[in-house]
């Protein structure tokens, strides 16, 4: 069957699909399940499908490092007694984590532990290539900054240690960290408001550190153009764009209107200057440089003015004197948690290539070539850190000039696919609420895998927030359970499809699938819908694809009652009508594949056929394409009342 000359989008040769990280102080709960990891792993098998199973690597693991983790293990050694070490702890969410991806059936090429085995060891050492290249280069300067120090306690504080307010203009995050939010924002440490120290409740000081800093402000130019190229690319997020830009604002300051008579006393001694307007209730007065806006910082706090920053590039910290961490080459420092987290995708693409029996160091043919492309699956409080922090480190290991046009053996700079919240019961989940969000475990204990799977693609996170509401959750819940919907697809219709097709095979065709051709309107209808799921998972437009799957199934059960019941009223039709269903259902369960793919795998199965069955090289062709006899071929036989897409037990009895 020949393919069809509409135009169809282009893949790359090679992917890598990467999760994110969870840090190991927890297990995971269901955002990162329901917003990150069932998004990639749907990537994942779909590009598996479409270019070839050898050909895509899903990596991701566990966050060892940062001051997450230290705070964990010292209040559990403190309060709790726990007597394991760091690197006990870290293994035990480490099992947790990887237990629960399984229990979902994602499933990462590799879900390493960036503190553990080889894959720490690969780690250790990307990170000491991507340090020197970039210090080779002239991009990193050692900066004498400032960290938080409880003088009670006498010890210098890690990012977790320190709460306040977070200092930039518009954020509402009211428990920021040393320099960073809790929506990814960054600032300077002394431009937090109102610090506090979480082991003595004391406001700390601030003392001078040496730390190795990335000159990101010098990668404006080009971090513009990357971002032009990104708005560009077919199905960029629109929320992404915005949210990207923001990040590319002029130094500035915004002063509340109360505080206005002070301002006018104490401007003569500001930095050169100019004012701006302002959206909201304030002062905005727009700096040359960032050391100007960091004097005026100091004037006004000294005056006794409140402020806050505007979201512009500052440099990009990349060690701190916390001591568990990866060490820092020829320094008494570490690499701070988030730089060492984003090239740690390519430590674990060359740990699991080194696992299927290759030189780990191929990794360049998935991160470096023009035929290869990444895409990072990530939440939108991470978009910082992915979009300007990490693009500046790539553009700084390809030398003292750089390009955003990366040309082949240097770092390619991967495609961002950013999801919105996910809520809980419409709200942003939080541990420290009166209603506690559930754990990824606790889901399992009422849906199955594939039902869960289907509602989170289906939630369209690409463009705004999405609310899970669960029933057996929530306390306020009336009428059905909306994670259902999706999932009744399967359960219902796809199954009423499968059982339909075999058990008929079985009675009217002696258990074996007509080879007659496929009718025209049934061919068309079939290709249009591939067509379609196709340039839509091309775009990560997973909610509109998974609205394709679903149209076509149930267009699908309506070809069949309509067949079904021609066929009863004249036996002979009985050959043509299952050619053509068992052509819709080879064609339903390919669409379905990447998002419920053990269901699928059953039919596939039952068909006595191999995974030849999913490639998009033959996505056109009939069943009796991947038979080796179809005049003698098979499926096995199905038993009475066999579903392939099941219910969860306890919903029986709902």
């Known amino acids: ?134 210090k080779s280069h002239g991009h990193l300067k050692l ?39 809790g929506l990814g924002h960054q600032y300077l440490s002394r431009d937090l408001l109102n610090p506090e120290s979480t082991l003595t409740g004391r406001r700390p000081e601030l003392r001078k550190v040496a730390n190795w800093t990335l000159d990101l402000p010098s990668f404006r130019a080009e971090l513009e153009r990357w971002l032009e190229q990104a708005a560009a690319t077919p199905g960029s997020r629109k929320y992404t764009l915005a949210t990207l830009r923001e990040f590319f604002g002029e130094p500035d300051l915004h002063v509340v209107q109360r505080h206005s008579e002070q301002l006018e006393a104490v401007r003569p001694s500001l930095p050169t200057h100019t004012e701006v307007e302002s959206r909201g209730a304030s002062t905005s007065l727009r700096f040359g440089s960032l050391d100007d806006r960091q004097q005026a910082c100091e004037l006004l706090a000294e005056a006794g ?46 740990a699991a290539l080194e696992a299927r029996g290759e030189d780990p160091a191929s990794w360049r043919d998935w991160w470096c070539s023009p035929d290869a492309s990444v895409y990072q699956i990530i939440g939108e409080d991470n978009v910082f850190f992915y979009g300007p922090a990490e693009m500046a480190l790539f553009m700084g290991t390809q030398g003292e000039t750089f390009t955003a046009d990366s040309p082949d053996g240097q770092l390619q700079f991967p495609e961002l696919v950013v999801n919105r919240h996910l809520l809980f019961l419409g709200r942003k989940a939080s541990s420290s609420s009166a209603l506690k969000p559930p754990m990824a475990g606790e ?97 990560k437009r997973f909610p509109q694809a998974f609205g394709v799957a679903e149209k076509f199934v149930r267009q699908a059960n309506k070809t069949w009652s309509a067949h079904a019941k021609a066929a009863h009223a004249d036996a002979s039709l009985w050959p043509a009508a299952l050619a053509d269903c068992f052509h819709l259902l080879r064609v339903a369960v390919s669409l379905m594949h990447p998002i419920a793919p053990h269901g699928c795998e059953k039919v596939r199965e039952q068909l006595g056929l191999d995974e030849r069955m999913w490639s998009w090289d033959h996505i056109f062709e009939p069943l009796s394409f991947f038979m080796d006899d179809p005049e003698t071929h098979r499926p096995k036989e199905l038993a009475p009342r066999e579903d392939f897409f099941d219910q969860h037990p306890s919903q029986f009895r709902r």
Request: contains cysteine.
């Open 1 to 134: 069957m020949s393919r069809p000359p509409r135009p169809r989008p282009s893949f790359p040769k090679r992917a890598v699909v990467t999760g994110g990280m969870p840090y190991s102080n927890k297990a995971l709960h269901f955002g990162h399940i329901g917003g990150v990891f069932v998004h990639a792993d749907v990537l994942t098998r779909f590009l598996k499908d479409r270019i070839g199973p050898d050909n895509v690597l899903f990596v991701s693991g566990t966050d060892c490092y940062g001051s997450p983790i230290v705070e964990k293990h010292r209040l559990m050694v403190e309060n709790d007694g726990y007597e394991g070490s760091i690197e006990d702890l870290v293994r035990h969410y480490h099992d947790l984590q990887k237990a629960t991806l399984a229990a979902y059936r994602v499933e990462p090429s590799l879900f390493a532990a960036s503190a553990l085995g080889r894959a720490g060891e690969l780690h250790n050492d990307v990170s000491a290539w991507i340090f020197n290249t970039l």
């Open 305 to 350: 003015i409140q402020f806050r920053n505007g979201k512009t590039l500052v440099p990009f910290r990349l060690s701190t004197s916390e001591s568990w961490g990866v060490p820092v080459p020829d320094a008494e420092l570490s690499f701070w948690v988030w730089p060492e987290s984003l090239w740690a995708p390519i430590s674990f693409t060359a």
């Open 443 to 539: 889901l399992l204990d009422h849906y199955t895998p594939e039902q869960l799977r289907a509602h989170f693609i289906s939630l369209g996170l690409a463009e705004r927030n999405g609310s899970f509401r669960p029933k057996p959750f929530d306390p306020n819940a009336s009428g059905g359970d909306p994670v259902l919907k999706e999932g009744k697809v399967l359960t219902g219709l796809l199954n009423r499809l499968a059982r339909s097709c075999f058990y008929s095979c079985q009675e009217h065709t002696d258990g074996r699938i007509p080879t007659l051709p496929i009718s025209a309107k049934v061919r068309a209808s079939a290709e249009r819908s591939l067509l379609d799921y196709e340039r839509l998972m091309a775009h």
């Open 143 to 181: 900066l004498a900054t400032e960290q938080f120090y409880d003088t009670e306690r006498e010890c210098f504080l890690n990012g977790r240690q320190v709460r306040g307010r977070c200092p930039i203009q518009g954020c509402q995050a009211e428990r920021a960290y040393a320099d960073e939010c």
